[in-house]
């Protein structure tokens, strides 16, 4: 589509579809009218600039000047088959790959109303972006990881603790699997999955110093791109 530009690598597409699997939201309006949209704190606009410049498609736009959010939006035909393209079959968590395949229906539906000879893109229900050999882990930590650590009150004691939390009994399989990638090679668990406040509501939860030093292995060297960069550093 453009020629004249660099072309995504790799890592940053690995990235984008982790990460747009936590904070994207693929929209179909009572009009039938299509968008790929993801929002952030305009704190954070600068990754959606980032993301716009790599991708050479969509704009970012205000969305709530009370809120003090802004949005990449994806909205013309043409860039959105270039979305759909990228998405299907990369998608890890079973209720975003749904959502995602009744958008694609949609997107094929209307292109073939316009356009009779158009060539419907296939529907792929399964994916090989899981891993921690690729930045979709590191996506979906930028959108939905969490990095504390509890001073205790009276005490020189602590609690380091990461979290990635998941809507959805249908998603808590890949929490589970990463759990496991996360501990191969040691005699248990470095952490576990375990239920939110809310109701079917799931947490990947690394608890203590031990287990979270083994989770900065994992990390080190990992380029984030969102301020969550500051909270892994402190």
């Not at 890592?11 to 579809?17: A, G």
């Not at 395949?101 to 792929?124: D, G, Q, Y």
């Not at 079917?200 to 979270?212: A, S």
Request: contains cysteine; positive net charge; charged residues 20%.
């Amino acid at each position: 589509m453009f020629p004249d530009r660099p072309t995504p690598n790799s890592s940053f597409l690995e990235w984008l579809i982790g990460f747009a699997e936590g904070d994207g939201s693929f929209v179909v309006n009572k009009r039938g009218d299509l968008a790929f949209v993801i929002t952030q704190s305009s704190d954070d606009i600068g990754v959606l600039n980032y993301i716009k410049d790599n991708l050479n498609v969509g704009s970012v736009i205000v969305q709530s000047k009370s809120q003090r959010t802004h949005r990449f939006i994806v909205q013309d035909a043409k860039s959105l088959g270039l979305i759909c393209r990228l998405f299907n079959g990369n998608m890890v968590f079973p209720t975003r790959n749904a959502r995602f395949i009744e958008f694609l229906t949609h997107f094929n539906s209307k292109a073939l109303r316009k356009n009779p000879l158009f060539k419907p893109i296939v529907p792929k229900y399964t994916s090989n972006m899981v891993g921690l050999g690729n930045c979709w882990w590191i996506g979906l930590i930028e959108s939905e990881g969490c990095f504390t650590i509890s001073l205790l009150a009276n005490s020189s004691t602590f609690r380091a603790r990461f979290i990635v939390s998941q809507k959805w009994g249908a998603n808590r399989p890949v929490l589970e699997h990463f759990l496991t990638l996360l501990s191969a090679g040691h005699s248990k668990p470095i952490g576990a999955i375990a239920p939110h406040s809310e109701a079917d509501n799931w947490e990947l939860r690394v608890n203590g110093l031990k287990n979270c030093t083994i989770l900065v292995g994992f990390l080190d060297g990992c380029t984030f791109h969102t301020k969550k960069l500051k909270s892994y550093c402190k």
